[in-house]
């Protein structure tokens, strides 16, 4: 899989996917990422990529022309001539922006099974509608908070969707297990190496993780990780997956996949807020 990234700061990206899985995913040829300054798309002395905005009102633009030029530069036509293109070999472009579709872990999937990704980046008040009307399949923002530029948000983007393509975690079936993750019904194939009592999330957090020491500052890891009972651990980490979910992030019991099991559980521990 292809990343592109459009910026007026290209030298925010040094270094930044250097690091870990990122490292080396590329490394080991998975993915790859290329960066492209916008301001090599201009024409003038200044090198401009900004101008005032039509109708009045604070501060400036990206202008079109040089991000159409950018765009083409790396074999992106407008959107209309892309229909045509198969499936399988079109790129998505992609524009970094608070008004966008939020950034989930199901679109992280989604993402993680193109061949190329185009992450456009704004800066100032934003960038010129028509780009994202033109050349754009879907707008993504990485949060309900405004950034001083997309660059962050791209980078979120990358790291996110990269180590979910197939082959760059060291164990496959690993995202299924974390936060967010899918149900045990999705889950076609019990990988090897994989505990199935691990249970895929189903959309709940994450249980808690211990490691060596048992005892740290006077606080012991939880005895029931210890027995090797994995009936019992599963159940355990299961309980905590609700609990945090139900303190943290309660919104997401709504669309998770909930046995009879887990909504007993839940009762359980909503009446014990009741006491
Ligand atoms: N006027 C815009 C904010 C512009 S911030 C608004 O009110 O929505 C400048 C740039 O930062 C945006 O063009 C976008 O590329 C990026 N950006 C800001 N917040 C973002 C977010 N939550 N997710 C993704 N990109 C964001």
Redesign the pocket.
């Known amino acids: 899989m292809r990343f592109e990234i459009i910026t007026i700061f290209p030298g925010f990206f040094e270094g930044i996917f250097e690091h870990g899985i990122v490292r080396r995913a590329q490394a080991e040829g998975l993915v790859s990422v290329g960066v492209h300054d916008l301001r090599a798309f201009t024409h003038d002395r200044h090198r401009t990529v900004d101008d005032r905005p039509f109708g009045g009102g604070e501060g400036m633009v990206l202008k079109p022309e040089p991000l159409a030029e950018a765009l083409a530069s790396i074999g992106i036509p407008p959107l209309a001539d892309r229909a045509a293109e198969p499936e399988t070999t079109r790129p998505r472009v992609i524009?970094?922006?608070?008004?966008?579709r939020p950034l989930t872990q199901a679109v992280a999937r989604e993402l993680a099974t193109m061949p190329r990704i185009v992450l456009?980046?704004?800066?100032?008040?934003?960038?010129d509608e028509r780009i994202n009307e033109l050349y754009c399949d879907m707008e993504?923002?990485?949060?309900?908070?405004?950034?001083?530029?997309?660059e962050l948000?791209a980078a979120v983007v990358v790291d996110t969707v990269m180590r979910l393509v197939p082959g760059v975690l060291g164990n496959e079936a690993s995202g299924e297990f974390e936060s967010f993750g899918i149900g045990d019904s999705e889950i076609a194939v019990d990988v090897e190496g994989v505990p199935r009592s691990q249970h895929g999330s189903g959309g709940l957090l994450d249980y808690p993780h211990y490691t060596r020491p048992a005892e740290f500052a006077g606080l012991r890891a939880p005895e029931v990780l210890m027995n090797g009972d994995h009936q019992q651990i599963r159940r355990w980490r299961r309980e905590q997956q609700l609990r945090k979910t139900l303190r943290n992030r309660p919104d997401l019991l709504n669309a998770a996949s909930l046995s009879g099991d887990d909504q007993r559980l839940l009762d359980a521990i909503r009446g014990e807020g009741e006491k």
């Open positions: 524009l970094m922006s608070a008004q966008g456009i980046c704004g800066r100032y008040e934003g960038v993504l923002s990485i949060g309900d908070y405004v950034l001083s530029g997309g948000a």
